[in-house]
């Protein structure tokens, strides 16, 4: 019997090639968040989508290193994920997290790349809060030395978010965007080609 490929597993797992967003919108509603959390609202980007080496985010609690256990892993660029905007790859993602501090960094699908550096978005949230952290940026797709910048999209992101689910009351959302920091410099006159992208 043949062994079915990677790709081809996953082709089979997804169906008509789309996996479903574990943090949309509409999930989130039906449920109530536990005692003692806060809701979280943002949204990734990337120009295109990736078939191999797909970004992903993973949320992690403050403190904790990027080689453990992820909260969340939210796809930025992959190609599996039906994008939410026209003219980009991403989506709209909603989830609630314990009161506290938290970061995201990137994480590339593969099984023969380790990453060494990478940039660390850092969001703070109390009990009982929703929050937009805003939209986090991948400035290229499938490429493991890409640049990431934090926008705010909350007029866009909060229209999509009324749409996705009408019950969402986003007069209660406070803006308080993620901030980037950490990874690896872009190339300038000051680094070497060793330790810039």
């Not at 992690?60 to 994920?81: C, F, Q, T, Y």
Request: glycine content about 6%.
């Amino acid at each position: 019997m043949r062994k079915l490929q990677p790709l081809a597993i996953l082709l089979i797992l997804s169906g008509c090639g789309t996996l479903k967003n574990p943090y949309a919108p509409d999930k989130i509603a039906q449920e109530t968040p536990p005692a003692g959390s806060a809701l979280i609202v943002f949204s990734t980007a990337a120009p295109v989508k990736c078939v191999a080496e797909a970004t992903y985010l993973k949320l992690l609690p403050e403190g904790a290193s990027e080689r453990d256990k992820e909260i969340a892993r939210a796809s930025v660029d992959a190609w599996a994920a039906k994008s939410d905007f026209a003219d980009h790859q991403g989506k709209l993602q909603v989830l609630a997290v314990p009161a506290g501090n938290y970061y995201f960094t990137p994480w590339v699908d593969s099984t023969v790349v380790r990453t060494v550096t990478q940039p660390k978005a850092t969001f703070s949230v109390a009990d009982g809060e929703t929050v937009y952290l805003g939209e986090y940026a991948m400035l290229e797709s499938c490429t493991l030395t890409a640049l990431y910048e934090v926008h705010d999209q909350m007029p866009r992101d909060m229209a999509l978010l009324k749409t996705k689910d009408a019950r969402f009351d986003i007069t209660k959302v406070t803006k308080r965007l993620m901030v980037l920091s950490g990874g690896v410099p872009p190339c300038d006159a000051t680094n070497s080609a060793l330790t810039c992208r």
